[in-house]
């Protein structure tokens, strides 16, 4: 009878469990089908996991058949960046698959490089009249400020004497504002027009004005040429910035309105871009790897015609947090049977709850883990985050039977102590440079729902006043560890965090062409040392903070908490407040600190991550010290 009883329960809590995430990910409509289901233009990025430009790792011959033969049925043309490195058996390829190409040749600060790249990109464009329909000569190098306008006019003076196709180069849409003796060169004009980057960001539907705008600036300014929109789309996963927020309905939604928008008006236009590229990771976070219409492993995000799930793997995420409660139950079978049936029900679905966010944690950050060390990250947070859960469920079983012990308040008060420790390290790194990190709120998603949920049930179950019955100490207990085992712990964390940081050091330093672009030694280990404390997948430094924390008054980490809270906030607004178009739009320095302030307050990313780590500073805070030590 307690047995069916339980099994009845499980089946509740799978089903609400079933229900709201059914409800969360319903087929949405994200605008009218693409026609044919075929885009004018991608981009075009051969790299795979594991392959980087920055590591000079480059795709095989047969993985770019591969990638050109999926795109055959996707669209009409393709935009390379470079003509070298594997890049010059694209337009071969290209032929045997009927695609048109529109072919780059990259320009760094390398002069030599450069040459190669020119010599080239002139070489293929005669080769392949056919196939290459136009060429382009640099990308945003402008921009980043690898070359002088003159140098530039130079090389792109030297592809159009040597071939026939139309020369252009390609920037953001306002250099090209900037640069108006580079665009007096071109035969055509592209212009990247990137709304999520845009200064000041956008809602998802305020996108196709905002083009449709920027591309009439470029028409007024310079009407005599055709235009080509170079690069445009949307981000599927990473950082929210203001309301513009990266998801996978929203790129469907962003790609088929552009598609609408540009044959209504002809515009030309291709997309950034075909395939997600795990590389860019390096420079841009999670957000700069998730531009694709395709996977790395070269799995469609999204159709281009018919609704959208934003998340299609959902059913497998309840199937999994299923088997975690059911493994909870199959623990705890006898204690369970003594509870009462209220009581079961509310440990059951408390259960589902913290499984359902392990389960959504891991996948998520599985998913935007690109490395063997960010791997590692994820399943070390992971591990963190079960052994929590499953002590906050143990603790909450030990109130709802009024058995409280010690050592469970232990277990829980030091792995609250990592979290915080995690949290620190990342609060920092988004205060200090956080354009490209993303939000980490699902990383404390079980330590934060956790503590709300047991001090929501302590409530409930001490019938209290508010005051009294969400004190704290139920959930950590009394006892600590004694001063030398403290002590020991914090030197073997810092001993594992200087280990870790080597570690993490050769990775960073393996990962991109660090010798070449920082020569003296000195200034490369200073730039791999800014990495390796802004990285927003390793844990070296959290390590060394752990080391710190677990040694000093609970308030004193709150404190410092609170503070990193205030630095995120300020260095969010202040990222917007030195942008060069939001200078422009607004010359007050109060009118921006204003705007940025807004931009940065109605980010309901970092809003979750604000409220999480208020969460631990609260729990740390309140917790009144009755310790009694252990050995």
Same mark, same amino acid.
């Given at each position: 009878?307690?047995?069916?009883?339980?099994?009845?329960?499980?089946?509740?809590?799978?089903?609400?469990?079933?229900?709201?995430?059914?409800?969360?990910?319903?087929?949405?409509?994200?605008?009218?089908?693409?026609?044919?289901?075929?885009?004018?233009?991608?981009?075009?990025?051969?790299?795979?996991?594991?392959?980087?430009?920055?590591?000079?790792?480059?795709?095989?011959?047969?993985?770019?058949?591969?990638?050109?033969?999926?795109?055959?049925?996707?669209?009409?043309?393709?935009?390379?960046?470079?003509?070298?490195?594997?890049?010059?058996?694209?337009?071969?390829?290209?032929?045997?698959?009927?695609?048109?190409?529109?072919?780059?040749?990259?320009?760094?600060?390398?002069?030599?490089?450069?040459?190669?790249?020119?010599?080239?990109?002139?070489?293929?464009?005669?080769?392949?009249?056919?196939?290459?329909?136009?060429?382009?000569?640099?990308?945003?190098?402008?921009?980043?400020?690898?070359?002088?306008?003159?140098?530039?006019?130079?090389?792109?003076?030297?592809?159009?004497?040597?071939?026939?196709?139309?020369?252009?180069?390609?920037?953001?849409?306002?250099?090209?504002?900037?640069?108006?003796?580079?665009?007096?060169?071109?035969?055509?004009?592209?212009?990247?027009?990137?709304?999520?980057?845009?200064?000041?960001?956008?809602?998802?539907?305020?996108?196709?004005?905002?083009?449709?705008?920027?591309?009439?600036?470029?028409?007024?300014?310079?009407?005599?040429?055709?235009?080509?929109?170079?690069?445009?789309?949307?981000?599927?996963?990473?950082?929210?910035?203001?309301?513009?927020?990266?998801?996978?309905?929203?790129?469907?939604?962003?790609?088929?309105?552009?598609?609408?928008?540009?044959?209504?008006?002809?515009?030309?236009?291709?997309?950034?871009?075909?395939?997600?590229?795990?590389?860019?990771?390096?420079?841009?976070?999670?957000?700069?790897?998730?531009?694709?219409?395709?996977?790395?492993?070269?799995?469609?995000?999204?159709?281009?015609?018919?609704?959208?799930?934003?998340?299609?793997?959902?059913?497998?995420? /309840? *199937? @999994?947090?299923?088997? $975690?409660? %059911? +493994?909870?139950?199959?623990?705890? =079978?006898?204690?369970?049977?003594? &509870?009462? #049936?209220?009581?079961?029900?509310?440990?059951?679905?408390?259960?589902?709850?913290?499984?359902?966010?392990?389960?959504?944690?891991?996948?998520?950050?599985?998913?935007?883990?690109?490395?063997?060390?960010?791997?590692?990250? /994820? *399943? @070390?947070?992971?591990? $963190?985050? %079960? +052994?929590?859960?499953?002590?906050? =469920?143990?603790?909450?079983?030990? &109130?709802? #039977?009024?058995?409280?012990?010690?050592?469970?308040?232990?277990?829980?008060?030091?792995?609250?102590?990592?979290?915080?420790?995690?949290?620190?390290?990342?609060?920092?790194?988004?205060?200090?440079?956080?354009?490209?990190?993303?939000?980490?709120?699902?990383?404390?998603?079980?330590?934060?729902?956790?503590?709300?949920?047991?001090?929501?049930?302590?409530?409930?179950?001490?019938?209290?006043?508010?005051?009294?019955?969400?004190?704290?100490?139920?959930?950590?207990?009394?006892?600590?560890?004694?001063?030398?085992?403290?002590?020991?712990?914090?030197?073997?964390?810092?001993?594992?965090?200087?280990?870790?940081?080597?570690?993490?050091?050769?990775?960073?330093?393996?990962?991109?062409?660090?010798?070449?672009?920082?020569?003296?030694?000195?200034?490369?280990?200073?730039?791999?040392?800014?990495?390796?404390?802004?990285?927003?997948?390793?844990?070296?430094?959290?390590?060394?903070?752990?080391?710190?924390?677990?040694?000093?008054?609970?308030?004193?980490?709150?404190?410092?908490?609170?503070?990193?809270?205030?630095?995120?906030?300020?260095?969010?607004?202040?990222?917007?407040?030195?942008?060069?178009?939001?200078?422009?739009?607004?010359?007050?320095?109060?009118?921006?600190?204003?705007?940025?302030?807004?931009?940065?307050?109605?980010?309901?990313?970092?809003?979750?991550?604000?409220?999480?780590?208020?969460?631990?500073?609260?729990?740390?805070?309140?917790?009144?010290?009755?310790?009694?030590?252990?050995?």
């Amino acid at each position: 009878m307690k047995n069916s009883r339980l099994i009845l329960f499980l089946l509740i809590v799978v089903a609400v469990n079933g229900l709201f995430s059914w409800l969360c990910n319903l087929p949405q409509n994200a605008g009218p089908d693409v026609p044919d289901g075929k885009i004018s233009s991608f981009s075009y990025a051969p790299f795979r996991e594991g392959q980087s430009p920055l590591s000079r790792k480059f795709p095989r011959v047969d993985q770019i058949d591969e990638d050109l033969h999926l795109l055959a049925g996707e669209t009409y043309s393709i935009r390379t960046y470079s003509s070298m490195d594997g890049m010059e058996e694209v337009p071969g390829i290209a032929r045997k698959y009927g695609l048109k190409v529109i072919q780059g040749a990259w320009i760094g600060g390398t002069a030599k490089n450069n040459e190669a790249e020119v010599k080239q990109l002139i070489r293929l464009a005669n080769e392949y009249p056919d196939v290459i329909t136009r060429v382009i000569v640099g990308n945003e190098v402008l921009l980043r400020g690898e070359q002088k306008p003159n140098q530039l006019i130079h090389y792109i003076r030297q592809v159009k004497q040597a071939i026939k196709q139309p020369v252009s180069y390609a920037d953001v849409w306002s250099f090209y504002l900037r640069y108006p003796e580079v665009v007096q060169e071109l035969d055509y004009y592209t212009v990247h027009i990137l709304p999520y980057w845009e200064d000041e960001p956008l809602k998802i539907d305020e996108t196709t004005a905002r083009i449709e705008e920027n591309y009439s600036k470029i028409r007024d300014a310079f009407p005599a040429k055709p235009i080509l929109i170079g690069e445009t789309g949307w981000p599927s996963a990473g950082r929210q910035r203001g309301a513009a927020l990266p998801s996978v309905v929203n790129e469907a939604k962003f790609i088929r309105s552009l598609v609408q928008l540009a044959n209504k008006n002809g515009f030309d236009y291709n997309i950034v871009e075909a395939f997600n590229q795990p590389w860019k990771s390096k420079l841009e976070g999670v957000v700069g790897a998730n531009w694709g219409v395709y996977s790395a492993d070269r799995e469609r995000v999204f159709p281009l015609t018919g609704d959208v799930v934003d998340n299609p793997k959902w059913s497998k995420r /309840v *199937l @999994f947090a299923s088997f $975690l409660t %059911l +493994l909870v139950v199959s623990v705890r =079978l006898k204690s369970l049977q003594q &509870l009462t #049936s209220l009581h079961q029900l509310v440990f059951l679905g408390f259960t589902q709850l913290l499984s359902a966010l392990l389960v959504n944690q891991m996948d998520n950050y599985w998913y935007t883990s690109y490395s063997l060390i960010e791997r590692f990250h /994820v *399943l @070390f947070i992971g591990g $963190l985050s %079960l +052994l929590l859960g499953a002590a906050i =469920l143990q603790r909450t079983l030990e &109130l709802l #039977s009024d058995k409280l012990t010690q050592i469970t308040g232990l277990w829980i008060r030091y792995l609250v102590l990592a979290f915080v420790a995690v949290a620190l390290y990342k609060s920092q790194s988004l205060a200090m440079s956080g354009r490209y990190l993303s939000f980490p709120y699902p990383l404390t998603s079980v330590p934060v729902i956790g503590i709300i949920g047991f001090m929501l049930i302590r409530f409930f179950e001490k019938g209290q006043d508010i005051a009294t019955a969400l004190e704290f100490n139920d959930l950590f207990g009394a006892r600590v560890f004694s001063v030398g085992r403290t002590k020991a712990i914090s030197v073997a964390l810092a001993i594992f965090g200087v280990i870790l940081i080597g570690i993490e050091t050769v990775f960073v330093l393996q990962s991109a062409n660090y010798e070449i672009a920082y020569p003296n030694f000195f200034a490369r280990m200073y730039e791999v040392f800014l990495v390796t404390i802004n990285y927003n997948q390793l844990l070296g430094w959290a390590m060394l903070i752990g080391a710190l924390i677990i040694r000093i008054p609970l308030r004193i980490s709150a404190f410092v908490l609170a503070f990193m809270l205030g630095e995120i906030i300020l260095g969010e607004t202040y990222a917007f407040v030195i942008l060069d178009d939001f200078v422009d739009n607004y010359p007050s320095l109060a009118q921006r600190f204003r705007w940025g302030f807004y931009y940065t307050i109605t980010n309901t990313q970092l809003l979750s991550w604000v409220a999480s780590v208020l969460v631990l500073a609260v729990t740390l805070w309140d917790y009144k010290e009755q310790q009694v030590h252990t050995h």
